[in-house]
C-alpha cells in the first residue's frame, strides 16, 4: 500500500510564504516523478510543478519565479516552497509520485490527500 501525506497548507496573506511537504511511504521500487497539482473552487485540477527523477524540474507559467520544487530522496519527500503568494493562488494543492513498483508494474500514480492553500487579500 502506497501513501503520500502532505502537510503545510494554511491561511496565510497575500505577499506571503508558506511551504508544502509530501510524504511518500509504502512498497515503492523507484519513484520516477513526483509534482503538485492544485484545484480551485469551480475549476479542474491542474499541474503546478513536477520533478523527474535525474531531470530537469518544470514550472506551469502561473507560478514560475514564485514557488519551487525540491524533493529528499532519502526521505521520499516531496517539498514546494510558496512565495510572493497571490489570491489566484487558493486551491486545494495535492502532491502526485510517479512510481515503478516491485511487481514490475510502471507509471503508477499515486495522490494525497490534499492540503488548502488560502491567501487573503
Known amino acids: 500500500q502506497v501513501q503520500l501525506v502532505e502537510s503545510g497548507g494554511g491561511l496565510v496573506q497575500a505577499g506571503g510564504s508558506l511551504r508544502l511537504s509530501c510524504a511518500t511511504s509504502g512498497s515503492i521500487f523507484r519513484i520516477n516523478a513526483m509534482g503538485w497539482y492544485r484545484q480551485a473552487p469551480g475549476n479542474q485540477r491542474e499541474w503546478v510543478a513536477i520533478?523527474?527523477?535525474?531531470?530537469?524540474?518544470r514550472y506551469a507559467d502561473s507560478v514560475k519565479g514564485r514557488f519551487t520544487i525540491s524533493r529528499d530522496n532519502a526521505k521520499n519527500t516531496v517539498y514546494l516552497q510558496m512565495n510572493s503568494l497571490k489570491p489566484e493562488d487558493t486551491a486545494v494543492y495535492y502532491c502526485?509520485?510517479?512510481?515503478?513498483?516491485?511487481?514490475?508494474?510502471?507509471?503508477?500514480?499515486?495522490w494525497g490527500q490534499g492540503t488548502q492553500v488560502t491567501v487573503s487579500s
Open positions: 520533478i523527474p527523477t535525474g531531470g530537469r524540474t
Open positions: 502526485n509520485a510517479d512510481v515503478l513498483l516491485p511487481d514490475g508494474r510502471i507509471g503508477v500514480n499515486y
